[in-house]
């Protein structure tokens, strides 16, 4: 049961039942009780929900397929990935799919994404634009933390409970000194912060502000930045409650190499029991919340909500135990086994439901379903227990290891698998026997225990196989579209080298539509046409999804394709679980981030290939200018045969007698010229710098045969040029008196006269 704050309970989709393919996850410890709730409330099941009422649709005819829309800012992590596990699994069982938005209600645009897929939204964590949601007047559920806007129930941990065991754990170990390890920004951890406050005032002991250690987040991080505020007060306490394991575990390797023996100097506990708590070093004692249930609670109570509560609560906290291991000074073994009332007392006809409340601690065992529905090898094993103790033929050994194998994927954590084991040898102690009975059930414990070590470790390997399978997939993902065209990463041919198994690609064109640029199906199932524009309120076209879709056997995914510099579109995505897909790395996420990559750089290329073109054409148009200018700075015009006549108007510096150079001398070639007439009458002065250019021109013509004759010669040029090497560079003061000369044959080619420069 989840507890609602107005007093009731939402009944959970693990309390009606599960089934043997893992469906129903949890693992749990011996000894602990949930914390959640209290007894004799009213209870409601949520499972009568699903059905007509949701689809609205008659008896002849076909029942819509309702969608859970779901925002949630990030799809993997120890916290993410298992809440939207249990939102899917239990749409599922409401017959809803789930549609899975990766962002914010206010970074989606929503609620107009989809506005006509979705029947009700259920936001984790993210609530910045939840008004947006409640302007739709649509059913939306908050998870993880409590809101007071919007004007929507939240579904959240029983952060309080969880701290006040932990902290009372510690003060039964005789610790009196606790200090407080955590991030106060963040909601949960306030909440479990005030808990810790309240218990320590209800056991006398005064709270002491130094030793509350605020870290910067609640990641590994955190608490690694932590550690010297830490050891700086490490002779104040002896013992510290941390905000979340992940604080922790970042923390106790620091700690350890700054010599503080743990449990020994310092006893902590952490709070949430992720993956890595049990093989922390020592494994870490803390409070154990299923992630999944935040997940499954808000989808139930979503879809009580579009069945016609009109009065939903408006908090339900979901329940959490202590999970007592090493770093908190306990001895493990035996704590599983220290209960008021032994189970297996009463003769073991609740030994099966026992068994299986260890799998799901904290979740209870509902009274109306049995163990065998969501263990179905428990009988098995107690068969097999029963015929130990009686000394007959056991089942096949094949079947028991089928039946562990089932019990692992329940719960992976080794203390409570273990547990179960101790529970069968309690129960044989309680039970009492011969030593030949003693020694048969030794034996089959002992195999017990061999065999679900090795379920556990195919677990395990099974875990590094899928990493190994994600990493190859992710580089030939990345190297696909780091080094692909636009065009591949457009067609979504890179999805080939997934589990995906349907995909669509649409960029906007405007604010309002979205147009389909790449479409992928594993199995040939239609997809939507390339090319076509759909309504943003409309996408993904509902009835071009696979036929997977309709059942809710697959999550879709939407994720927007976004850079800094423009906001592309969004892909929505289909495949097998979130974990078979991502594992826990923020696969998807990384795709979309590689694809607007992709796409971004398609742009840049295109861009790139567009200015490199009217580059090409500006440097063309440059230099036809250029050349024009040039023609016009050192005009060769063909006067007489064999005459070129070349009249230059303004100063000549530097740059323009080179440019006057080469422009005689191609001329000269050019035009088989064997006389040169350079008038400079248009020049206001000439310096020496300008007069040995004349001269190299002069012999630089020369060598091509012909020559060069300077009109336009004024007296205080010809002053300036008395000392300067003209080489054989004839002078005259007008263009007439030149063209006189040549026409009476007084001027010959280079080399049919040697000589001074002369002046007439």
Known sequence: MVQGSRGSEVELPEQRGGGSDGSVQGDGAAGQQATGGDAGRSTRDVSRLAGPPLGGAGAHETPRVMTVGVITPYLDGSFWNPVLTGIHDAARQHGCRTLVMRGTAASLQAPSLSREQVDGWIVVIGVDGIEQLAAERVPRVVVGTHVHKGNCPS??????????????????????????????????????????????AEAGIPFDPDLVIRTD?????????????????????????????????????????????IPEELAIVGFDDVPEAQAADPPLTTVRQRFETLGSAACDLLVSMLAGETSPPELVLTPNTLIPRISCGCDVLQSFLDEDTAPGEHGGGDLDRRMVELLLAPRPLAPDTSPAAVWP????????????????????????ERAYQQAVEISSDMGTLMAIVRLLRRSHERRGGDAASARRVEAFLDSAHLSIARARLSVEAGFVAQLGMLVRSNHDVGLALVSGSQQESLSLSWLAKTSAIWACLALREDAKTLVVAGAYSRDGSATPPIGSRHRL???????????????????????????????????????????????????????????????????????????????????????????????????????????????????IDRDRALQVLTAVVEGVGRHGARFVLLDITGVPTVDAQVAQALGQTSRAVALLGARVVLVGVRPEIARSLIDVDLGNLATYASLAGALHELTKGGLRPSGARRGAARFA
């Open 155 to 200: 579904v959240i941990p029983d952060n309080h409970s969880g701290m006040r065991s932990a902290v009372r754990h510690l003060i039964g170990h005789g610790h009196r000194r606790i200090a407080f390890v955590g991030c106060l920004h963040e909601s949960d951890v306030r909440e479990r912060f005030d808990a810790y406050r309240e218990t320590l």
């Open 537 to 651: 309120e409309a996408f993904p076209p509902e009835h071009l999804l696979p036929p997977a879709a309709a059942s809710g056997a697959l999550m879709m995914m939407l994720l927007p394709i976004r850079t800094e510099r423009r906001d592309w579109g969004f892909v929505a995505l289909m495949g097998p679980t979130l974990r078979e897909l991502t594992g826990d790395e923020g696969t998807i996420g990384v795709w979309a981030s590689l694809l607007a990559a992709a796409l971004e750089r398609g742009e840049l290329v295109q861009s790139l290939s567009t200015k490199n073109a009217e580059l090409q054409m500006a440097y063309a148009s440059e230099r036809t200018l250029s050349e024009t200018v040039r023609e016009l700075g050192c005009p060769l015009i063909p006067l007489l045969r064999g005459v070129l006549l070349v009249p230059l108007i303004g100063a």
């Open 217 to 261: 987040d609640n990641w590994y991080t955190g608490g690694e930045n932590g550690a010297p505020q830490l050891l700086a007060r490490r002779n104040a306490c002896t013992a510290a409650v941390f905000g979340t394991d992940k604080n922790a575990i970042g923390m106790m390797p620091l700690l350890k190499e700054a010599g503080v023996r």
């Open 377 to 400: 090898g428990v009988a098995l094993v107690l068969e097999a227990y029963g015929a130990a103790v009686e000394g007959t033929a056991l089942p096949p050994a094949k079947a028991l």
